[in-house]
């Protein structure tokens, strides 16, 4: 048996898994800040969670979900992202009657049956954050702000967001909106991609974020859905970039950000670093108001974004770990033993040859350890009941009585 991994899978480890322990550990103390906590589902959900909270004529779920039946035949998918996963934990275990509002966020892989490329695995890894029950902007300004801090504690550049809103389902509002957009796409029709064609009169939002070259010029004059939407999505949309305006958020609108699924609602963004590039969004997210009706509960408001960690970590800056801990040399197993697991239950990284190999080789493991001492108990070391403790960050050596040591390192 031949053994290879799975395309379009990855292990993870060595500097890449040291990148994305520095994104979860700066995710974990930012997120903590604003008060989310994090939630665990399983990776795995029964496939009509999916269908319904994503969309069934959408590609991730149409063509991407990972799809598995159970022995009694019934049809499971991995997760292929997180938010329908969060709405269904907050539905069948009733967080909304403990409390007003709740804030979860998660760290964890995902799975989509994509070509893989640079960057873009079948197994990805996504953080992510979802709001309930708030639906002042206050809520959208708490989650841009948040992951403005994220970016910064990950020493990523100028941060920006790309902004619109996409208004409600009130007749008025974005059904409106759609009547005089399908005019203005009428109009061009011929001069559209063939999907776009169709997508006139199925889905004329998503004509407005089709990546086809005649189609973004086509496009470029439609009418802004930000300047018809309803007085309430007005007044939402007003009120959120004035605080933004006043928190200094740097932001551009941007028309063509829709959302293709009718429990999208009003706001929507891409988060963009310099690091990054202008194409490529680091993430995004938006308002989901009308997604707990699709499920049949209540209406519940809700906001959330995710951000994909693959690409990410390749973005910050490599990560050189400090020096830490103590190497110990020696040939006498039972005392190197004994000191390695003092020092270990004392709290420090603590190390040491397995093998008990020749002083020389043991040294140059202890050089290559990156620790801040390199502990040596030779034989006259032992027969002093002392230790040799040369300092490697400045070179200095010491003898220290066996019982002090702990004293001495601390
Ligand atoms: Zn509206
Ligand atoms: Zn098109």
Do not use: W
């Not at 989901?288 to 970590?313: C, H, K, M, T």
């Amino acid at each position: 048996m031949k053994l290879k991994i799975v395309k379009g899978t990855r292990d993870l480890y060595g500097d890449d898994m040291s990148r994305f322990q520095r994104l979860e550990d700066a995710a974990r103390d930012v997120f903590n800040l604003y008060g989310y906590e994090e939630i665990r589902t399983p990776m795995f959900e029964k496939t009509e969670l999916f269908a319904h909270g994503v969309g069934e004529d959408t590609d991730i779920v149409g063509k991407e979900m990972f799809l598995l039946e159970d022995r009694r035949g019934r049809s499971l998918a991995l997760r292929p992202e997180m938010t329908a996963s969060v709405v269904r934990s907050v539905i069948t275990n009733n967080h909304m009657q403990q409390s007003t509002h709740r804030r979860f966020y998660y760290i964890g892989p995902m799975f989509r049956y994509e070509q893989p490329q640079k960057g873009r695995f079948r197994q990805f890894y996504q953080i992510g954050a979802e709001y309930f029950g708030v639906s002042s902007p206050d809520a959208d300004l708490e989650i841009l702000l948040m992951l403005r801090q994220f970016f910064q504690a990950i020493d990523l550049k100028t941060v920006s967001f790309q902004l619109n809103t996409i208004g409600c389902q009130l007749p008025e509002c974005r059904p409106a909106f759609k009547n005089r957009l399908v005019a203005y796409l009428e109009s061009k029709q011929d001069r559209l991609c063939e999907n776009c064609q169709r997508r006139i009169h199925t889905n004329p939002l998503r004509v407005l974020d089709c990546k086809e070259e005649q189609c973004i010029a086509l496009t470029a004059d439609a009418p802004k859905i930000y300047e018809h939407v309803c007085e309430e999505c007005d007044t939402h949309f007003t009120g959120l970039r004035q605080m933004m305006e006043a928190h200094e958020v740097e932001y551009s609108l941007n028309h063509k950000l829709v959302r293709g699924l009718d429990y999208y609602s009003r706001t929507v963004f891409e988060v963009y670093s310099e690091n990054l590039g202008a194409q490529n969004a680091a993430g995004g997210g938006g308002r989901y108001d009308g997604l707990f009706e699709v499920y049949g509960s209540p209406i519940i408001p809700a906001l959330g974004f995710a951000l994909g960690l693959d690409r990410l970590a390749m973005l910050i800056s490599e990560t050189k770990p400090q020096p830490e801990g103590v190497f110990i040399i020696g040939h006498d197993r039972q005392a190197v033993t004994s000191l390695v697991a003092k020092t270990r239950e004392a709290g420090y990284k603590s190390l040491y040859d397995p093998f008990q190999s020749s002083m020389k080789s043991q040294f140059r493991q202890a050089n290559k350890a990156n620790v801040t001492k390199v502990l040596i108990l030779g034989e006259e070391e032992l027969k002093a009941n002392s230790v040799s403790v040369k300092n490697m960050l400045n070179g200095q050596q010491d003898s220290v009585n066996l019982d002090d040591i702990l004293n001495y390192i601390a």
